[in-house]
């Protein structure tokens, strides 16, 4: 556990070796927005009611500026003269055990990197930019959440965050694509498995395969239907990249680095995401820094690509084969942190009958509480659903029966308030609402 | 000049300078190259991200706490016109009796807003966890500015008290919680950036 960790470290104010590591990698990450954002905050504390956390639980070392502040209190400690000539006026703080598992408490069990905050924060003060450093920190420690550092481990050592063997993985592939052809009743209708020279190479949620094959068909209906040049590779398809929640920049620069030699090998134009909100902040956004060079393909989420199939009339969609009326959860790292706001809207509305949007919505969309990897972190499952009561209330007062979402990551934690909270709703991908609506055009001979 | 105006003048170039190191440390540069594929021009994020995005009805800390918030333009637009008559107060310029009248009101106004939001802090428990006692003295420290500045437009003594007072806030300003003078303009310059290059800001609808 973290914490047993935290004990074993030294137990005077004199630094750890790991404690002088972390506040060195804080040190070389010192630019001019960390150094922004590390001296803004003015403790107004008005930031309270745009965190989840703080709303669901109301303790006070929840709210977004006690964040930043604990972070900013070691900045200030170490890296300034005034935090060094007189801690206890600025609040800084010793870099001690106790410090450590404050910091280890609050970044990873009461921040979901959201960044709700900072839409609404009066300076504008990016929290999750902060909180992220100090999981960073917290790496250079060896601290990271048990859970959290397995699912990074099960990514880097067997190719995928679930740690599904190959065999496995190409067996359900093979099954799914005869599903397909079945469905479609087509024998040329397939999911094409490391194809060369593809205009797409198409990424999953490990999820998909492990527990939820059916969002696979869906979309391979859609690229059907689409006539698209597509392929999935069995080597490199994981979507996810939790080396951006744990703060591992070094882990995360492995798994963009394989996406892209990936690419490089099949000879794919275009790289297209599965539906997941991280996934595609990780690798669309943060990525190319990771690897510190822009990509040389395009990357978006397949979100993205099916509103240009209606767009461009490649597929057909009847909204009045989804009668039920639809919400949609945005996912935060896709909608605030991807930019990704409107396609969303524009499929939904092209493939149900009835939409009724969540309010707030778009880049004030409440967390559904299951971003910042905080689904891989067991220890802080129970504040997890609490802090969900939030976006429960939301869906229940949207009256819908279906909530669709383009991440796999909110899914689950979804599912889970559903039961819950009793929400008695259903929780579906943009893809499966889509493919429910498709109108597949009869093949000529 | 006095040996006030003096201690003043070099008060306001060490805080002017000071100010300016924090100001350029702060600008985007080196570092923060960011290598993903802008979705739109950051131009218009920034400037939303300086007006619209500051809106009240924008953000939830003011339209949710508007009381305090309109206490702390208020506070804020004092200490901006408390600085600017420095310049007046320095150079001994005097002002017609209805203008300095009306300053004094304003002012005597600004101040109370900064008192209410000290007493806010000392007495919500949500605040005193948050604060530190630089959070305090900041207060403080531009309430007094204020209160001194309407002082000695009413009684016209007293100046060698407002020099050393506004010396102090010159000096402590880069330091401490009050260098959020600089970081305001480039947290939201870097906060525009950010949601610009994404697409996110600004809002399309």
Request: aromatic share 10%; charged share 20%; net charge positive.
């Given at each position: ?137 917290l ?145 669309r ?50 909608v ?27 880049a004030?969309?409440?967390c ?5 990897g ?5 220890e ?45 709703v ?20 | ?30 570092k923060d ?73 304003f002012l ?5 807003c ?12 949500l605040l ?25 437009l ?15 806030l ?11 003078t ?24």
């Amino acid at each position: 556990m973290a914490g047993e960790k935290v004990i074993i470290m030294a137990k005077n104010n004199s630094l750890t070796e790991k404690q002088k590591k972390a506040l060195k990698l804080l040190k070389s990450r010192l630019n001019g927005r960390l150094l922004t954002h590390l001296n803004s905050c003015v403790h107004c504390g008005l930031c309270g009611e745009s965190c989840h956390y703080y709303l669901a639980t109301k303790n006070k070392n929840f709210i977004p500026g006690k964040k930043v502040d604990i972070v900013s209190s070691i900045y200030q400690r170490y890296h300034t003269l005034a935090g060094k000539v007189a801690p206890r006026l600025y609040g800084a703080k010793d870099f001690n055990d106790k410090t450590v598992e404050e910091l280890i408490d609050i970044v990873f069990g009461a921040c979901s990197m959201c960044g709700r905050c900072s839409v609404h924060c009066s300076i504008g003060v990016d929290v999750p930019y902060i909180v992220r450093t100090a999981r960073s920190m917290l790496v250079e420690m060896e601290l990271v959440s048990p859970g959290l550092q397995s699912t990074v481990d099960a990514a880097i050592n067997t190719g995928n965050n679930m740690g599904i063997p190959r065999d496995e993985f190409v067996d359900t592939l093979e099954w799914l694509s005869e599903d397909l052809e079945m469905e479609v009743e087509d024998e040329d209708a397939s999911i094409p498995l490391d194809k060369k020279g593809v205009d797409i190479l198409y990424t999953l949620n490990p999820r998909e395969p492990k527990f939820f094959p059916l969002s696979i068909s869906a979309i391979a209906k859609i690229y059907y239907a689409a006539k698209e040049n597509w392929t999935l590779s069995t080597n490199v398809y994981d979507v996810t990249n939790y080396a951006y929640f744990s703060g591992d920049d070094k882990g995360a620069k492995e798994l963009t680095e394989r996406l892209c030699d990936e690419m490089s090998k099949l000879e794919a134009k275009t790289l297209v995401l599965a539906e997941c909100g991280h996934g595609y902040r990780a690798i669309r956004w943060e990525g190319p820094n990771w690897i510190e060079r822009p990509y040389p393909f395009k990357v978006i989420s397949v979100v993205e690509l099916i509103g240009d199939y209606i767009r461009s009339c490649r597929i057909k969609l009847d909204p009045s084969l989804n009668k039920l009326p639809v919400t949609l959860h945005d996912p935060c790292n896709m909608v605030r942190g991807g930019g990704v706001i409107e396609v969303q809207r524009f499929v939904i509305k092209n493939a149900v009958e009835n939409f009724i949007e969540m309010m707030p919505n778009r880049a004030n969309n409440f967390c559904c509480g299951g971003g910042g990897g905080q689904l891989a972190m067991s220890e802080y499952a129970e504040r997890r659903i609490k802090s969900g009561k939030i976006k429960a209330d939301q869906i229940r007062k949207t009256g819908a029966k279906i909530v669709a979402t383009p991440c796999h990551n909110c899914i689950d934690q979804l599912m889970e308030l559903n039961k819950e909270y009793q929400l008695g709703v259903e929780i579906k991908t943009i893809g499966e609402l889509v493919a429910d609506a498709l109108v597949l055009e009869e093949k000529s001979n | 000049m006095t040996i006030f105006h003096w201690i003043l003048l070099a008060g306001f170039v060490i805080c002017l300078l000071s100010c300016l190191y924090h100001f350029f440390m702060a600008l985007p540069a080196g570092k923060d190259i960011d290598y993903a594929t802008p979705d739109a021009k950051t131009r218009q994020a920034v400037v939303y991200s300086f007006t619209k995005a500051m809106s009240p009805k924008k953000k939830e800390t003011a339209f949710m706490h508007l009381p305090t918030y309109t206490a702390g333009i208020f506070y804020h637009l004092g200490t901006f016109l408390s600085l600017f008559l420095v310049i007046f107060i320095f150079f001994n310029v005097s002002f017609p009796t209805w203008l300095a009248y009306s300053i004094i009101v304003f002012l005597a106004f600004t101040s109370i807003c900064g008192l209410s939001i000290l007493i806010k802090r000392m007495t919500s428990s949500l605040l005193k966890n948050l604060s530190n006692p630089d959070d305090y003295f900041s207060n403080i420290l531009v309430t007094g500015f204020q209160i001194i500045t309407a002082i000695y437009l009413l009684l016209n003594t007293g100046l060698e008290y407002y020099f050393i007072i506004t010396t102090i806030l010159f000096l402590y300003l880069p330091i401490g919680k009050l260098r959020h003078t600089i970081y305001f303009f480039t947290a939201r310059l870097h906060l525009g950036i950010f949601y610009g290059r994404r697409g996110t800001w600004p809002v399309k609808k």
